[in-house]
Every structure is written in C-alpha cells, then in structure tokens.
C-alpha cells in the first residue's frame, strides 16, 4: 500500500520580511476584526464577547487549508476544519457526507481523513457537479480515493488542459466534465478485470 503519511517539516529560518500574501490576509482580518470589536465597544460590549483571543484566532486559522505534503493535491483541510468551512456543521454531518461520497475524503494511512481544498468554490461549498463527477467512480480501496483525487487535480486535454474542479468553478460544461470522467473509470473497470495475460481482443 502507498504510503501517505506526511513528511515531517524541516526546520526552517524564519524569514525577516512578512510575506506579501500573508501581509495582504493580516491587514484585510485586522481590519474587519478591528471594525466589529470598535461595534462592540460603541454599544459598551466588551471585545471579549467574541471568546478568547487565542481560542478566537485558532478558530479563525482552522478555516484556512493545511499545506499538503502530497503537492499534486494542493491545500487540504482536516476533519475539524472542513466541518467550519463548511459553516459550522458537526463532525457527525461532515462523517456522512463522506459515507456518501457527496465530499471527497482520503484516509492517511496514519488513519487520518483529510479534504482537499480544490473542491471548494469561493462560497466555501462543493463546486458545482463534482458529486456527480465522483459518482462515475467506485472505488474500492482507499488507494482508489487517492487515485480518483489525483485524476480530479491534473490537467485535462479534453477541458483545455483545466482540471475538472476549474473547469466546472468555471461555468464549464458539466456534460464535458462526465464524460472525461467516465472515460477514466471505464479505463480503470477494465484494468482492474482484465489480467495482464487476458488483453481483451481487438475488433
């Protein structure tokens, strides 16, 4: 079985210079927390009301994706953090979604589920037609998921060279995006009850 348990994180120096994309984040959160922690004040409310500091911004990174050590995935979210940016629903709602396959979850072989990013659309909800995509698929093993997640995230020469998941962010067609799917998992059927020795015949 493919190992997918993720690298631990070499040590790095912190660099001197604040990051201009972490820098443009910082100043657009400061600037919001700033103006409703001013609300409250000006109605005689205490800042606090929004629950601790630490708890507060722990709350806040939660919704921000995990950088993943399996770089063809991209950003990935945990269990606890797919369930906030979904908006706030129970883990328990965020464990049947996954049951039925309506979001795409991968187990570590660490035992852990983790989300990726590429299935979210700027409204934080699955994009448009990728549970009907994942529906094309049936896989068996929790490789299968990893390989369907892969498929999901490369280049498709049959959508312009976009990955499903741009494609339909996109307005694309959804009937394009079902059949390159279905193409794929025909493929893979056929690979899987095929031996090696037993090519079917050509006609």
């Known amino acids: 079985m493919?190992?997918?348990?993720?690298?631990?994180?070499?040590n790095t120096q912190v660099a001197a210079a604040v990051d201009p994309y972490v820098e443009r984040v910082s100043a657009r959160v400061s600037a919001e927390l700033t103006r409703r922690v001013d609300?409250?004040?000006?109605?005689?409310?205490?800042?606090?009301?929004?629950?601790?500091?630490?708890?507060?911004?722990?709350?806040?990174l939660a919704a921000v994706p995990q950088p993943s050590p399996w770089a063809e995935l991209g950003p990935f979210y945990s269990t606890a953090g797919i369930?906030?940016?979904l908006g706030g629903v129970s883990?328990?709602?965020?464990?049947?979604?996954?049951?039925?396959?309506?979001?795409?979850?991968?187990?570590?072989?660490?035992?852990r589920w983790v989300y990726p990013?590429?299935?979210?659309?700027?409204?934080?909800?699955?994009?448009?037609?990728?549970?009907?995509?994942?529906?094309?698929?049936r896989p068996r093993t929790a490789d299968d998921e990893w390989m369907v997640a892969s498929f999901l995230a490369a280049g498709q020469p049959g959508l312009g060279g976009a990955t499903i998941a741009e494609?339909?962010?996109?307005?694309?067609?959804?009937?394009?995006?079902?059949?390159?799917?279905?193409?794929r998992a025909a493929r893979w059927a056929l690979a899987t009850s095929v031996g090696p020795d037993e090519a079917p015949a050509r006609t």
């Open 167 to 183: 494609h339909l962010q996109a307005g694309g067609d959804l009937t394009a995006a079902l059949d390159v799917a279905e193409e």
């Open 39 to 60: 609300t409250l004040r000006s109605q005689g409310q205490a800042p606090e009301q929004l629950g601790d500091a630490d708890a507060l911004a722990a709350r806040m």
């Open 91 to 111: 883990r328990q709602a965020v464990e049947e979604r996954r049951r039925r396959r309506t979001i795409l979850a991968l187990r570590t072989t660490d035992s």
């Open 83 to 85: 369930a906030r940016v």
């Open 117 to 137: 990013a590429f299935q979210l659309d700027e409204r934080n909800q699955i994009v448009r037609g990728l549970v009907e995509v994942l529906d094309r698929f």
């Open 2 to 10: 493919v190992e997918r348990t993720a690298p631990k994180a070499a």
